[in-house]
């Protein structure tokens, strides 16, 4: 067990090494501006744009910059590209958190996230959190740990980042110059969005609250 610790605080303390070094020497606008440049080669752009959507965890960048990016270039009609890349690239931390297991430091966090999912129902608590403003990394990371299966997975997903998506595509719809500085979901959406994600969660979580207080369930 203490082994299995150790290696993974190695694996977390390198990895969050690599993100923060990518983060920091890597500019979203000089990425999308190359991708901007590939456009017009579709056979060029369409790789391209994957590679970008797979690399994304590790520059921690948000998936809005790359559907802001399709909006742009294409308009609304964008909008089911840019959902199917916000599952791709919330797909790596999913797979590497099956990969790791659950046992040492991740253990508690595990059991923690299947008693979470067992409560709300495993899509429902998905979309719950993809709602909420938080980072798609984590979460992605957590519902591995937790044993959500690929579907399920896929499905929540979809459903929880469809709202930012089509704010993000029709955001980028409506530039006049390609860039990501300043452009945000803006806080009556954000706000919107977190209280849908209470209202989605709230009732399942309360019950299972109501449970274990041993209170009955009306």
């Keep these: 067990m203490q082994r299995a610790t150790r290696r993974q605080l190695f694996g977390v303390a390198l990895f969050g090494g ?4 990518a983060a920091l020497l890597a500019s979203p606008n000089t990425a999308l501006a190359r991708l901007h440049a590939l456009a017009a080669r579709p056979l060029l752009f369409a790789p391209a744009l994957l590679a970008a959507y797979l690399c994304r965890p590790l520059v921690a960048w948000p998936i809005s910059a790359l559907s802001v990016l399709l909006g742009f270039l294409y308009g609304p009609v964008a909008i089911p590209v840019a959902l199917a890349g916000a599952v791709v690239t919330c797909t790596p931390a999913y797979l590497l958190a099956r990969r790791t297991g659950d046992r040492g430091l991740f253990g508690r966090a595990g059991d923690s996230g299947r008693q979470f999912f067992a409560a709300t129902g495993d899509v429902r608590g998905l979309v719950g959190l993809r709602l909420m403003p938080l980072p798609p990394d984590p979460v992605s990371y957590g519902a591995g740990l937790s044993g959500l299966s690929p579907g399920r997975f896929a499905l929540g997903t979809a459903l929880g980042e469809l709202p930012w998506a089509v704010t993000a595509v029709l955001l980028g ?33 309360y019950r299972r609250w109501r449970e274990r207080r041993g209170s009955p369930v009306e």
């Design 173 to 205: 719809a409506s530039l006049e110059t390609l860039t990501v500085d300043g452009v945000g979901a803006g806080l009556p959406l954000v706000v919107g969005l977190a209280a849908l994600a209470v209202l989605v969660l709230g009732g399942p979580l």
């Design 18 to 21: 690599v993100v923060l070094a």
